[in-house]
């Protein structure tokens, strides 16, 4: 079986290829893509060819993001599934070709145990069930009080998750980013502008919780003197190393947590909190390309100012 697929050949290169995939077994389903999109943090570290896992070798074929319809199902797979909207994590349904994660391709193959079915969700919105699931899993280890007092240093599309979920569990939240654009989209109490207010000049009273979405160090070391004694940072971006100055963290006895992409069972919480309405995420989506244009979807999507998340549509191209 063939498909088009998003590959990246060398350090700087993707291009639009075709690939061979495995053929589908029993328990298996084949998707055919509808929508993708392109992880600035993730994808940026692949096409940098920065990627720190030794699987991970170009060229490969990167994506979690994917959207599409059911079109084929396997023997022992659910009929009510054929023809469903579903949202899949990636897929390792290539031959020949590394998968990191594999997603960003026209048709792939995976077991129906891993869909999540759509259901009413506008198709579109289900591209950020990973990131917002991601954020998520993060706010869940803080375990958040209502009145508690959270700094969220950045304004991705992850950092503006967190915000909104922290938010509707009654904590107050700040927000923090370089990119007044960003700041356009946020939900908080307060939103501060890195560029022109200082966030320690800014809070009038310390935090309890700092949530590093930004994937800078250097953010998060400006921001600790507002943490409260005994308080909580959270690094909820992706991160080379790990560089913070020892001295302000023994000194709070700060407790440092990690969050790693999503528990079981987090899909379809985002899911749900989408239909209901408990997740706005409409306004993150502010770009479109088709994939015939995939070099300047990466290119926007990675560097340009406005672009807090691109939908790439494939349109039937397979």
């Not at 998520?136 to 280890?141: I, P």
């Not at 599309?157 to 569990?169: D, E, K, W, Y």
């Not at 919780?209 to 994937?215: D, T």
């Not at 989408?274 to 502010?286: C, D, F, K, R, S």
Request: glycine share 8%.
């Amino acid at each position: 079986m063939q498909s088009r697929a998003v590959v990246i050949t060398q350090p700087g290169t993707v291009v639009l290829q075709e690939v061979t995939l495995h053929e589908p077994g029993a328990d298996d389903v084949v998707i055919e893509t509808m929508f993708t999109s392109i992880s600035a943090g993730t994808e940026r570290m692949l096409l940098a060819g920065q990627m720190p896992h030794p699987m991970l070798q170009l060229p490969v074929i990167p994506g979690y993001e994917t959207v599409g319809r059911i079109a084929r199902i396997g023997a022992n797979v659910a009929p009510a599934l054929m023809g469903q909207m579903v949202y899949i994590g990636g897929a390792q349904c290539y031959q020949g070709i590394n998968a990191a994660w594999g997603g960003q391709s026209a048709r792939i193959v995976v077991p129906a145990a891993r869909v999540i079915p759509l259901e009413s969700l506008d198709p579109r919105h289900g591209v950020l069930l990973a990131l917002a699931a991601t954020a998520l899993h993060g706010v869940d280890l803080l375990d958040l009080q209502p009145g508690s007092r959270a700094l969220i240093i950045g304004q991705g599309p992850v950092g503006q998750l967190a915000a909104r979920i922290a938010a509707g569990r009654g904590a107050w939240i700040a927000v923090t980013d370089r990119n007044p654009a960003r700041l356009t989209a946020s939900v908080a109490d307060q939103i501060i502008h890195v560029e022109s207010d200082s966030v320690t000049a800014a809070l009038d009273a310390p935090v309890d919780v700092i949530i590093e979405a930004a994937g800078s160090m250097a953010a998060l070391t400006d921001a600790l003197p507002r943490l409260v004694n005994g308080g909580t940072i959270l690094l909820l971006g992706y991160y080379q190393k790990v560089d913070l100055p020892y001295m302000p963290l023994f000194l709070k006895e700060a407790r440092l947590l990690t969050a790693k992409e999503w528990a079981p069972g987090d899909l379809l919480r985002c899911r749900d909190m989408m239909l209901e309405g408990a997740l706005n995420v409409a306004p993150l989506l502010t770009h479109a390309l088709p994939v015939t244009e995939i070099e300047r979807a990466y290119d926007v999507a990675l560097n340009q100012p406005d672009c807090l998340k691109l939908v790439v549509e494939w349109n039937g191209a397979a």
